[in-house]
């Protein structure tokens, strides 16, 4: 018991993790779908754009894989809709 | 020089501010400017529903749902409204005319324990509004836009109205509002746009 809060550490930990993932170039990116599972590289997923964020949806299946919205300079990005991505380091 | 540069600035600043408020300035609320043109906005691709197929539902917080098809939703007292939409990506445009149905007409009698709203769409969109905002001459369920059936583009064959508040809560492509207790965040308002959204407080964003 005691080990296992040991091991437990805060956000901060993952703060230099956390920003290697996010600066990488993701055009190459691949996301699993998670309502049909298809895997997709993010070059061919279909996007909307003339909205109030930007809607990224799957090829395959046009269910929403990503929401992010931009406003009084902060992101919002839902990702529900991608059940695991994939990319090389960088 | 430099004097008659900065005259010119004023007055022609003065003479654009003097011209927005005679037409408009009332009725653009903080932030938007006014369009002619009716821009497209779409967060997936354009459903393609056969009038046959289509119906609209009132559900959820109601003993006996309601549901009317294309041929009974026509025969239903219309009303045509002229309003000011102001859209959440900054454009307004001024006397808009519509042709549709009251939602206190489809809510007459109705006894719910509801105070929320969400309105849902074909393709799969969502938007929550209090019961209040589209009761008591607030909102519509709208097929004609100036004249015209409404376009496909534009929420056609039939669309949600609630001027009063930013427009991405007058779902296109609507089928149905269900009543509800609590609130839910529709499609937007679950990513950081705001519950409500009143133009005139630029209730924009979570937080506004
Ligand atoms: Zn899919």
Redesign the pocket.
Known sequence: MTQVQDMKLDGNAIAGLLREIFAVEMTTARGT?A????VNEVGRVEVYIHAPGTVVR?P??E?VLMRVVHGRGRYWVDMTGVRCLEFAES | MRDTQRLMGFVSRGFRGKRRDTASSSRVPPGQYVVTDFPVLSAGPTPRVEVDQWTFSIEGEIDEPRRWTWKEFQALPTETVTKDIHCVTKWSKLDTSWKGVSVDTLMEGVETAAEFTTIYSDGGYTTNVPLDDITGNKAWVVYEFDGQPLQPEHGGPVRFLVPHLYFWKSAKWVRGIRLEKDEHPGFWESNGYNMYGDPWREQRYWGD
Request: aromatic share 0%; hydrophobic share 10%; proline share 0%.
């Open positions: 779908c309502s049909c599972g298809a799957c395959d299946c269910q």
